[in-house]
């Protein structure tokens, strides 16, 4: 099933909603003015909670979700459309709700994990940047590592999805547990950088999330040991800017030619 305009729409307001949302919710809390202190759950490992009791997991799980929702929402975009795509209308809730059930499953137990860590780090040496300086190092090493690339590929892999009956189900929270599985695997090291810093968390998600989004956008490549950059982020950029340079242009009364030649896109 081929999804029209308006239900691709659709699909992106919802997903892209969800995403500002939990946004909102982050920022508030980092200014004192959400409940349960999302960040003091998710970067203070809730400072108050017993360490490893039933409240703390909670409390970091339910920070953590919706820090997964804030920062990996868009990026699971095309995975949703395929999902939406694949299945009929009848059942289209029902499998994306699966899919996202297990895509966020996924990524519970690395939070905690995370978490967990930030706690030992942060009782151990209060206020320190060596441990996210640290975590910055392996992260720089994993990006230019051809383990990230395959991570990245798989990414981009999405097996069709059975139409009728229980297999329609199960292959759409197989799809969602192995996307998160290969989110996981390609963002682990900076989301670490993030947790593990002892203030500025919420500048440093934005960036984790711009680069991980930047990064999404290009074909899976051969893994190999090299540099990496976002670059349909940067054609897109580039484009912008030539494309702003040329109103400009035109705004002054000035018509170039070949503005396309003279902007070196040509």
């Not at 997991?57 to 919706?66: D, F, I, K, N, T």
């Not at 459309?81 to 895509?103: D, E, M, N, P, Q």
């Not at 905690?112 to 930030?118: P, S």
């Not at 990414?155 to 139409?163: D, E, N, T």
Request: proline letters at 6%; one cysteine or more.
């Amino acid at each position: 099933m081929i999804l029209n305009r308006r239900e691709l729409a659709r699909v992106q307001c919802g997903v892209l909603g969800a995403s500002a949302a939990a946004w909102i919710a982050i920022a508030a809390s980092s200014f004192g003015f959400g409940q349960g202190g999302l960040l003091d759950a998710l970067c203070s490992s809730t400072q108050q909670a017993t360490w490893l009791t039933a409240g703390w997991v909670l409390s970091a799980s339910r920070g953590w979700l919706l820090m997964i929702v804030a920062m990996m929402g868009p990026m699971t975009l095309p995975a949703i459309v395929h999902v939406r795509a694949s299945t009929f209308a009848s059942r289209r809730a029902r499998a994306v709700s699966l899919f996202l059930l297990g895509f966020l499953a996924v990524w519970v137990m690395p939070g905690l994990a995370m978490t967990a860590l930030e706690r030992a780090v942060r009782d151990a040496m209060p206020n320190a940047y060596g441990p996210a300086a640290l975590a910055a190092f392996v992260a720089c090493v994993w990006h230019v590592s051809p383990f990230k690339q395959r991570c990245l590929n798989r990414c981009h892999a999405h097996r069709p999805l059975s139409p009728f009956g229980l297999k329609a189900d199960v292959d759409a929270l197989r799809l969602g547990l192995r996307h998160g599985m290969w989110c996981v695997g390609t963002c682990w090291a900076l989301m670490l950088v993030t947790v593990l810093l002892p203030g500025w968390q919420l500048a440093a998600m934005i960036v984790v999330s711009a680069l991980a989004c930047c990064e999404r956008l290009d074909p899976p490549g051969i893994p190999a040991w090299r540099l990496r950059w976002p670059r349909m982020a940067g054609l897109w950029l580039r484009r912008e800017i030539v494309h702003a340079g040329l109103r400009v242009l035109r705004g002054k009364g000035q018509h170039p030619e070949h503005p396309a030649r003279e902007h070196g896109l040509l």
